[in-house]
Every structure is written in C-alpha cells, then in structure tokens.
C-alpha cells in the first residue's frame, strides 16, 4: 500500500541556505530539523528532499559535488536514526539563464513546477493526498500543490531576515500544530 510522505525543500529547511552550499563543511542544519525528520519518520513518512540545485545550471559545482554531499547528509542523518528515503535534485534552469548548455533546460523539476515531487511519487510508491510539504518560499508550496500533496507548509528562513508571512517558525513548531507525535 503506498505511504504518505514529507516533502522537505533542502536550503532553508533542512540546512541554512548560505548560498548554493555544495560542501559538507558548509553545511549547516537548521536546529530543531534533526528532531523534526525523526518525528516525522517516526510518524511513518517518508522522508524525500526536493531541492533547486541551479549552481550546476551556472557552473558553480557539478552532480558530483552534489552527489559527495548528498552521500554525506545521507550518512550523518542515518548515524542519528533517520534515513531519507530520497533526495531529489534540480540542476536545470531555463535558457538563458544557465552558463551550461546541458543543464539549460526549460524543465518540468525546477520548483514551483511538480517533477521532482511526481518523479519520488512514481518511484517510491507515496500517496500525495496524504502527504506534507515543507519549504521556506511560496515556489515550494505551489510546487506541492501542483503535484496534489494534502498539506503544505511555509517555514521561516533562517538565513533571510526581514519580514514575510510564515505559517510557523521552524519544522518543530509546524509539527506540533499539525499534531504529528514526539519520536
Ligand atoms: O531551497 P532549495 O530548493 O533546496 O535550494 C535552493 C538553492 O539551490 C539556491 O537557490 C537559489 O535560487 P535560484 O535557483 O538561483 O533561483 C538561491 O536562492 C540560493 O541562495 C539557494 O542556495
Ligand atoms: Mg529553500
Ligand atoms: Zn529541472
């Protein structure tokens, strides 16, 4: 029977989005988010991150620098009891945009378009409807929207200051109103 997931945007939720971070050393959790994706496991979702990676698109850092960072988180999380079920990444962005020709695609995955979303469902067999999104820009939530997830949620940014309507403060808060039991 397929399960319900929690859709996690990557910088600004799950890390502080210093800027196209592409290193584990820079990679810094928003605190409370650990706690957070146990919670949510614990719940019985499944753990998938959607993230805009266009730093590949502009020549910043290549798959295989996402990928070494990727194999990181993956190992941290699992040595504190959480394993992600999938990391789904973006490295497109539209001509002219990008500086690599490869990557200068008008996709159907870079957020607020639903192809990473759709792409986890098909392939991990998760049930939209009954599933939950979390992200720190109003392009997460309509990405969530537009591939039918039941629930989605806007957190505030850390690394952004000023101003802008929240829906809650961080993964913690957000989980405690919609009631999703302590680990
Ligand atoms: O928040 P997620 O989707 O996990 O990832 C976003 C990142 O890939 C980067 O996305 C960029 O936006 P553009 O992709 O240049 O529009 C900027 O916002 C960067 O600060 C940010 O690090
Ligand atoms: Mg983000
Ligand atoms: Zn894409």
């Given amino acids: 029977m397929s399960r319900p997931a929690a859709f996690l945007d990557r910088d600004g939720v799950i890390n502080v989005d210093h800027g196209y971070v592409h290193r584990w050393e820079d990679f810094e959790f928003v605190p409370g988010v650990v706690d957070g994706l146990r919670r949510l496991q614990a719940a019985g979702y499944a753990l998938v991150i959607v993230t805009n990676q266009s730093g590949i698109a502009r020549g910043f850092y290549d798959e295989d620098a996402l990928g ?11 040595a504190k009891g959480v394993t992600l079920t999938s990391i789904e990444y973006c490295p497109h962005l539209p001509p002219p945009h990008a500086e690599l020709a490869r990557y200068a695609i008008d996709c159907d995955c870079r957020k607020p378009a639903p192809g ?5 469902a098909r392939a991990h067999d998760l049930d939209l409807a009954r599933s939950l999104l979390f992200g720190d820009r109003a392009t997460d939530l309509e990405a969530g929207r537009r591939a039918g997830v039941g629930r989605c949620v806007l957190l505030a940014a850390d690394a952004k200051p000023g101003p802008q309507p929240v829906d809650y403060l961080n993964l913690p808060e957000a989980l405690d109103a919609l009631s999703v039991p302590a680990a």
């Fill in 68 to 78: 070494r960072l990727h194999d990181a988180l993956r190992a941290d999380l699992a």
């Fill in 116 to 120: 990473m979303i759709l792409r986890a």
